[in-house]
């Protein structure tokens, strides 16, 4: 009887134990990781893409006995595609969950929502996705696995005026995107560089059904592309509207475009014969890339995107530098990521330079019967 008494003691106390400096912590025996995402809205396939790949990283860690001596564990929330609600949850991650690091987000204009509340708590932020050249700009705690947006600008301009020998095009853009108009602008200042000209620049704002208006003044001066750095919903309507109004030149696109969803509906015919500029193709032979597809595959049962192999590379990263650092605590953590060199990442080697980007080449695909076929690799 006494043994028993003592036992459940014991029992009793390590209960206490565990509550108090448990689950608040991560249990001591947990590492906790915070995503935020566009798990809903019209931009739904970035955060659940993103989500997917990270899940994947996680899981491989932890069934390879973990991170330093402990299990990883995510907490993901879905930031509805607002900017606001991305404050709401980046904020609830690092005071509410205490995570020491954040994973997040792949549009540019939540990413710099986010990325304050992590500087100014000093908490590590890796971006997938977000190629605006003032994410990474807002501290020293903020990263990115993926190239800028200056360079694929330079990417899409020499596609066009090398590859498909065309020299007068006309921009469409969304003014309440950052990742949009920013990318505009250096579209525009690279294109003419190059020789090219712009005939037209007309805007939209995120959410709009009907772009007739502006596809007409588009049209009235005779481009022979036109250039949508916008994201997939938008860029749908935007292609069946165009050939409505009897647009009949290729509809030039950027990352954004990438989802499944893009050639949805009517928007299967009218982006035939198009092309974007995006990450990885998924036809790419490099071992790593047909692993994880398969990988993928296995665990979701559909194919991943650009945002699936970034977002996996993005957790990937953060465990190496936590394994170098030796610790999670987050300033040793983001001292170790500023030194990550060559690691061989599903999306290629990935070297953080100076303003904490990654330097990596840009591929552009072709939309074929509403699929992505791979047109050709351009290296920074
Ligand atoms: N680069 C886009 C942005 O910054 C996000 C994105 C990345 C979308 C990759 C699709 C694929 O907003």
Same mark, same amino acid.
């Given at each position: ?12 106390? *390590? ?22 995402? *566009? ?40 930031? $509805?595609?607002? #900017? ?48 605006? #050249? ?70 939209? $704002? ?29 860029v749908n309507l935007i292609s069946i509207q165009a050939r409505e109004i009897g647009i009949t030149v290729p509809l030039i696109g950027s990352d954004g475009w990438e989802s499944e969803k ?24 490099? #071992? ?41 605590? #987050? ?8 030194k990550t060199k060559d690691y061989n990442g599903v999306t290629g080697k990935i070297s953080i330079n100076e303003q904490r980007n990654a330097i990596k080449p840009a591929v552009i695909l072709e939309i074929k ?12």
């Open positions: 009887n006494m043994k028993k008494f003592f036992l459940s003691l014991v029992v009793i106390i *390590s209960g206490l134990f565990f509550t108090f400096y448990g689950c608040n912590k991560g249990s001591g025996d947990e590492i906790l990781i915070g995503e935020f995402g *566009s798990l809903s809205g019209s931009e739904a396939t970035f955060g659940i893409s993103s989500t997917n790949g990270l899940k994947l990283a996680v899981e491989e860690m932890n069934n390879s006995g973990g991170l330093l001596n402990k299990k990883i564990k995510l907490i993901t929330y879905d930031d $509805q595609g607002k #900017p606001s609600e991305a404050q709401t949850v980046v904020q609830r991650l690092i005071k509410n969950d205490n995570v020491v690091a954040v994973i997040g987000e792949v549009a540019s204009s939540r990413s710099k929502a986010g990325a304050p509340i992590c500087q100014q708590n000093k908490i590590p932020m890796i971006t997938p996705a977000s190629t605006n #050249p003032e994410v990474t700009a807002i501290g020293d705690y903020i990263f990115r696995v993926c190239f800028i947006d200056p360079f694929q600008a330079t990417v899409v301009s020499k596609f066009i005026i090398n590859t498909l020998k065309l020299k007068r095009v006309a921009i469409l853009k969304d003014v309440k995107n950052a990742y949009s108009t920013g990318l505009s602008d250096f579209f525009e200042k690279e294109f003419k560089t190059m020789g090219g000209e712009i005939v037209e620049i007309q805007s939209f $704002q995120a959410g709009d059904k009907d772009f007739k208006a502006q596809l007409t003044s588009i049209k009235a001066k005779n481009p022979e592309a036109i250039f949508i750095p916008a994201y997939y919903t938008d893009l050639t949805e509906g009517k928007a299967k015919d009218a982006l035939e014969g198009c092309f974007f500029s995006t990450h990885v193709s998924t036809e790419n032979p490099d #071992p790593a890339i047909q692993n994880f597809i398969t990988k993928y595959k296995a665990k979701y049962n559909s194919m991943p995107d650009a945002m699936s192999f970034l977002a996996y590379d993005a957790g990937m990263i953060l465990f190496d530098a936590m394994k170098r650092a030796g610790t999670t605590d #987050p300033e040793k953590v983001k001292n170790e990521l500023a019967g509403g699929q992505f076929k791979y047109k050709e690799t351009v290296a920074p």
